[in-house]
Each structure stands twice: as C-alpha cells, then as structure tokens.
C-alpha cells in the first residue's frame, strides 16, 4: 500500500498563476484533510472532507478551493497564488475510530 | 478557541531522558496525539493517548496526560541522535479535525 501520495513535491509560482495539488490515498478511508505548515506556527487546517462530495472549511480556507468525487483522491486548488500561501502543504487521511492522522510527505510551494 | 501551546526547543545529551511538554485548551477532546517530524519529511504519528487515560507507555515512550490541569508530556526514555525531530502534540477536535501545538524542536546531543 502507497498510504497517502502527494504530488508534487516541489513548486514555484508567480504571483496570480493557479494550481492544483493532487492527493491520493489507498487507506480507504473517509475522512481527509488538507493542512499548510508555515514555521513556527505548527499545521493549520485548510479544509476538510468526510466523504466523496462532502467537503468543509477549516482554519485558514481563503484563497484555497477544494472537491471531492471519490474516496481516493482529494485535490486542493489555489485559484490565485499570493506570496502569503508560500508554505508547505500536508494532505492526511483520518482513521475514524481513534482521529489518527496519517500524512502524506508533502509539497513544498514558492510564490514569487 | 481551540489552542495548543507547546515549547518551542529542547536540548538533552545522548542516553538522557527528554519530556516535551503541551497544554492544551479543548476539555472535550477525545484523543491527544505526539507526531515526530524529521527534515524533509511529513508527520509521523508516534503515539496517542484516550482522554480517560493518565498514561500509556509504548517501548521508550511514556505519555502522561492529567485533565484537570490540561496537560500532556511525551517522555523519551535514552534518548538517542535519531531521535532528534520536531515533535508535535495535537488534540483531536469535533469530527476527526485536529488542532496542532507549534512543535517543539528535540536537539540530541552526543
């Protein structure tokens, strides 16, 4: 099993470009989520899904859209790069029974 | 709101024990977790521990969680070179969400 992947692992933007960063997981499981680590401020919640087409908002959502159509994957799209969203970007899936996250290896994104 | 403070960096020499520290805000919290990070890498789950627990010893790790105070420890026992990381405690919120502590940095010195 792959656990959770995460595509790609490096990118740099211009201020304005957009892009998605594509998450997949082959834990089966429900609930997934999208969270930035900027230094010193730990891991924030962008957004959320606990299932295929249900999605929500967490701590810091703006300037970030997120779908969900199946199960297995869970894109997170940056409609406007701004330098503010340069950070590295963790997909996880969640374990329903105990909360745990499981962590993709994330993408490192630089907005110029 | 929800909040997790930890400090930010610990020093200890190789075959020392470490505690890292972490308060936290949610008394509705069902699990509180330690994640390990290494360069480059993402979060690694280490541990976590039931709320109606005190304590959970796992080979060299001890948690002790006391609730009234809202306060978890992650103890190391022989803290080794491979074990310095980022450790983060994190506290499981209402539906699967989780609030995350800064990260404290482990330096382990031989």
Redesign the interface.
């Known amino acids: 099993n792959a656990g959770v992947t995460q595509t790609p692992k490096f990118q740099v933007l211009k201020t304005g470009q957009s892009m998605t960063l594509q998450c997949a997981q082959d834990m089966n499981h429900e609930y997934m989520s999208w969270y930035r680590q900027d230094p010193g401020m730990g891991l924030r919640l962008i957004h959320y899904s606990v299932g295929a087409g249900i999605t929500d908002q967490g701590e810091v959502p703006n300037g970030y859209n997120v779908s969900r159509s199946t199960t297995e994957d869970f894109p997170l799209r940056l409609l406007s790069a701004a330098p503010s969203q340069t950070s590295v970007y963790f997909c996880a899936t969640v374990r329903e029974d105990t909360d745990t996250q499981y962590f993709g290896p994330g993408t490192r994104l630089t907005v110029l | 709101g929800e909040d997790?403070e930890q400090s930010?960096f610990l020093s200890v020499r190789e075959g020392d024990s470490s505690v890292i520290n972490c308060t936290y805000t949610d008394s509705s919290s069902?699990?509180l977790?330690w994640?390990k990070q290494e360069p480059g890498?993402?979060?690694?789950?280490l541990t976590?521990i039931f709320s109606n627990m005190d304590m959970k010893q796992d080979q060299r790790l001890t948690v002790l969680l006391n609730k009234k105070d809202k306060h978890l420890s992650l103890r190391i026992a022989d803290t080794q070179t491979g074990d310095s990381a980022i450790y983060?405690c994190?506290e499981?919120i209402r539906?699967?969400?989780?609030?995350?502590?800064?990260?404290t940095e482990l330096s382990v010195k031989p």
């Open positions: 997790v930010l069902t699990y977790y994640y890498a993402g979060l690694q789950l976590y983060f994190a499981s539906g699967g969400k989780l609030i995350f502590g800064q990260g």
